[in-house]
């Protein structure tokens, strides 16, 4: 409720008294610190410098050496779900985020929109006095709000952010990222081929907002989220930063496993006496394929080249990323400012399986179910991490950068996908420096700890909503007494199916493979490990304490009740992502595209994946046009049709694959044409892909003819949005050069139709479809 207005009016304003404490904005607490996350995705515990691993992280070693170091802190073991908890402090299935945006379902713990309940800590902050920005990776913005028209209200400028700069999706195309200013998308800024890289930019812009309050509101304290896309797929670094790991990986990653445990013991990470685990812990009756790693001494010397030559990349992608926050770092400590930042560094989730057993060239195959060959990706070896691949490294090396843990993201019943790096720093706060803390501590914590830190409670009501308590503990208890018992008690996890809890040292964990399609979770086989003394979870004791583990399954489903995680859900992606949810426009079989409108999501574009489309446009041609007309994706997986030397192509770019599937019609006729291209669809192939035929249209005369492939996948066809009147920097074909605006012509509109109405019927109603004048 507002203050009360305590002044006095009267007529004339010389006999009035005025008062503005009902309209004055809150002041932040007195010596308040500013508060800066790093978060990075899909990163294990043994991968980086602070832990032992091999890649090296000077800005993460700096905050280490002048602050603490973390062996216990934990997330959801997926990236949507734990960057909710980061908002919140609350449980992820609290915030409706049972797992990524792309999987929303109509339940109260999966509906995948922060609740009025949730406030979040930028709003807290906001209201108290604080600038908010938010730079890099959201995934926290329900698909079907990803386009131009959609709603905002998830957006980070309706969640407590003054500022966002970054992308909203899962992963981004580190060379040519789909970027979001604020609330409307941009193009970046310059090219590659000019020294451009997403993690530079961020840095360049995160060093922008800074500078621009500093020299504004230098007294005003700030919060700042910077979640670059390193990690996660593509792993995109440049050249520089590749060689400086070369042959650092070549002993393999079962020999880095037994290396980097050492290290880790012997720096404190882990206890003396900690075990490895099995390379393959799950079952043959519950495993995933895709996830199985396989053993380095079965591969052959190309393979290992491959392989080590990929965790190359994956290390550069790193180390580029950790130097790009350095030069923040340095900003902070040249301004005066470091002293009173709060930063916490850390990652989101364990290290990524979803390179498979073989790593991958092009990441999106693993979205369509289809296979990578070792000719192929052979072929792409020097252009690894460059702008030419979509890579991502194979499962072997998810395993070892989860070192000692079994398993890896998505696995939430074990600690490979939940525990994770986790260094704070802060001078005036932390007197310790250098240290380590094995408390056992989770995502959901970080909240509570920035607002302990800054003088500040999450209110029991917002905006008139009475609010969920956080289920996260503040962590300062533990930044000066490295001795100090853990806080928290309890700590359920569940994801993708799998499921696990934690409490006072103990941890029961269901075996049970994520998106496997298996269900019967009643016949699930649970686990007990006590933590306390077995840190990687490598002694099953459930035999041994069989009232322990039943006490801690009783537990779980005490916490299931609380937070709203069921039902539980294990089905494969294709039919998650398939789901029928509530959309902002009614279902329609028929799309209309006009030009000189900003890139449509792939989220909310039509979907001809898997089935039979059409695409119709109607365009004034003159001796003179060139350009694309209509693009989908980019080179590594799309389609687009576009004018060049006076004939209309139409190319199918299956998953980057070469060559190109190409459709050429002989030279066209100045005038008011309606051109464009039928797919019908006639079966699949050995992988599920669409077979079928394709037809060039111009008129209703089919102008080439012949077989095509086409992609299946549930997620996209490579991520990049639908653009009418030219192509993304990045294009679907190598026919023409990015950009290649359509020129010497207009186009008035396109359509793209995916009913059963044949082509030539939708040919006779394009004139009606677009306004000609």
């Given at each position: 409720?507002?203050e ?20 004055t ?23 980086w ?18 602050g603490v ?16 908890t980061?908002l919140?402090?609350r449980?992820h299935?609290v ?12 339940f ?36 079907e ?30 060379w ?14 310059y ?20 500078r ?8 005003k304290?700030w ?6 896309g ?25 020999a ?65 990323t ?6 923040i ?13 709060l ?10 399986g ?41 499962t ?17 019943q ?15 706060g932390?007197k ?12 959901t ?29 503040s962590?300062r ?35 049970h ?19 306390d ?38 089905r494969?992606?294709?039919?998650q ?6 959309q ?20 909310t574009?039509?979907?001809?994946r898997?089935?039979s ?5 109607d365009?004034?041609v ?103 009147g030219f ?47």
């Amino acid at each position: 409720m507002a203050e009360p207005f305590r002044g006095v009016i009267k007529l004339d304003i010389r006999d009035s008294v005025p008062d503005w404490t009902p309209y004055t904005l809150p002041k932040p607490p007195e010596g308040a610190p500013n508060i800066l996350i790093v978060l990075y995705d899909d990163t294990g515990l043994a991968a980086w410098s602070p832990y032992g691993g091999r890649i090296s992280m000077p800005t993460m070693d700096r905050l280490a050496d002048n602050g603490v170091t973390y062996t216990q802190w934990h997330t959801t073991a997926l990236c949507s779900p734990t960057r909710s908890t980061f908002l919140t402090g609350r449980n992820h299935h609290v915030n409706r985020c049972a797992s990524i945006t792309e999987g929303s379902m109509g339940f109260p713990g999966a509906a995948g929109r922060l609740p009025a309940e949730c406030a979040t800590v930028a709003q807290v902050l906001q209201d108290n006095g604080f600038a908010t920005m938010w730079l890099g990776k959201n995934h926290n913005v329900p698909v079907e709000d990803l386009s131009p028209g959609g709603s905002r209200s998830e957006w980070p400028l309706s969640k407590g952010f003054d500022r966002f700069y970054g992308f909203l999706g899962g992963e981004t195309n580190q060379w040519y990222p789909d970027l979001i200013e604020d609330n409307h998308a941009i193009e970046p800024p310059y090219s590659p081929e000019d020294g451009y890289h997403l993690s530079k930019d961020l840095a360049d812009q995160a060093i922008r907002m800074l500078r621009d309050l500093r020299s504004s509101a230098p007294s005003k304290p700030w919060f700042m989220w910077f979640c670059p896309g390193a990690n996660h797929a593509p792993h995109h670094s440049p050249q520089e930063y590749i060689d400086k790991y070369k042959g650092v990986f070549d002993d393999g990653y079962e020999a880095y496993r037994e290396w980097v445990l050492a290290r880790m013991i012997e720096r404190g990470v882990v206890p003396d006496g900690t075990e490895l685990t099995p390379l393959n812990p799950m079952p043959d009756d519950v495993a995933n394929e895709a996830d199985y790693v396989r053993p380095w001494a079965e591969l052959n010397d190309d393979e290992k080249k491959l392989f080590c030559r990929m965790a190359e990349v994956f290390a550069g992608f790193s180390e580029y990323t950790d130097v790009q926050v350095g030069r923040i770092v340095d900003f902070l400590e040249q301004t005066g400012q470091l002293d009173n930042t709060l930063i916490f560094y850390c990652a989101d989730n364990g290290a990524s399986g979803e390179g498979t057993p073989n790593g991958s060239v092009n990441e999106n195959k693993f979205f369509n179910g289809f296979p990578d060959s070792l000719e192929e990706n052979m072929s792409y070896f020097d252009e690894l991490g460059g702008p030419e691949t979509y890579n991502h490294y194979p499962t072997g090396w998810a395993v070892a950068f989860s070192t000692p843990f079994q398993m890896f993201k998505r696995y939430a019943q074990f600690a490979g996908g939940t525990c994770d790096p986790l260094v704070i720093h802060w001078p005036k706060g932390i007197k310790a420096r250098g240290e380590m803390r094995h408390q056992y501590h989770h995502s959901t914590d970080i909240v509570p700890t920035i607002l302990e830190a800054v003088g500040l409670q999450m209110p029991t009501v917002y905006r008139g909503v009475e609010q969920y308590p956080l289920n996260g503990v503040s962590m300062r208890y533990s930044f000066d007494d490295a001795h100090a018992p853990t806080t928290k008690k309890r700590q359920y996890f569940a994801m993708l199916g799998t499921r696990g809890i934690w409490q006072d040292g103990w941890k029961a964990a269901a075996l049970h493979a994520p998106i496997s399609g298996k269900g019967h979770f009643e016949a699930d086989r649970w686990e007990l490990y006590h933590v306390d003394e077995d840190r990687a979870e490598a002694r099953n004791l459930a035999d041994e304490h069989p009232q322990k583990l039943q006490e801690l399954i009783a537990a779980w489903f005490e916490e299931a009740e609380a937070n709203f995680v069921l039902p539980l859900d294990d089905r494969p992606a294709i039919e998650q992502i398939n789901d029928e949810r509530p959309q902002g426009e009614p279902p329609r079989s028929r799309y209309i595209y006009f030009p000189h409108t900003s890139p449509v999501p792939e989220s909310t574009a039509v979907n001809i994946r898997g089935r039979s489309y059409r695409i119709l446009a109607d365009v004034e041609v003159t001796s003179n046009s060139e350009g694309v007309i209509f693009a989908h994706g980019s080179r590594f997986g799309g389609h687009s049709l576009f004018i060049k030397d006076r004939k209309l192509h139409y190319v199918y770019n299956f998953l980057g694959i070469k060559p190109e599937q190409v459709f050429v019609s002989p030279e066209l006729d100045a005038g008011q044409l309606t051109v464009g291209v039928e797919f019908v669809r006639e079966g699949v192939g050995e992988h599920m892909e669409s077979l079928g035929t394709a037809k060039l249209y111009v008129g209703e005369t089919v102008v080439a003819e012949g077989p095509m492939r086409a992609q299946i996948g549930p997620f996209t066809l490579c991520g990049d949005g639908l653009c009418v009147g030219f192509d993304s920097a990045d294009p679907v074909s190598r026919l023409y050069q990015p950009g290649f605006p359509f020129t010497g012509g207009r186009i008035l509109g396109v359509g793209v139709d995916v009913s059963e109405q044949q082509y030539v019927d939708l040919a006779r109603e394009a004139a009606a479809a677009f306004a000609r004048d």
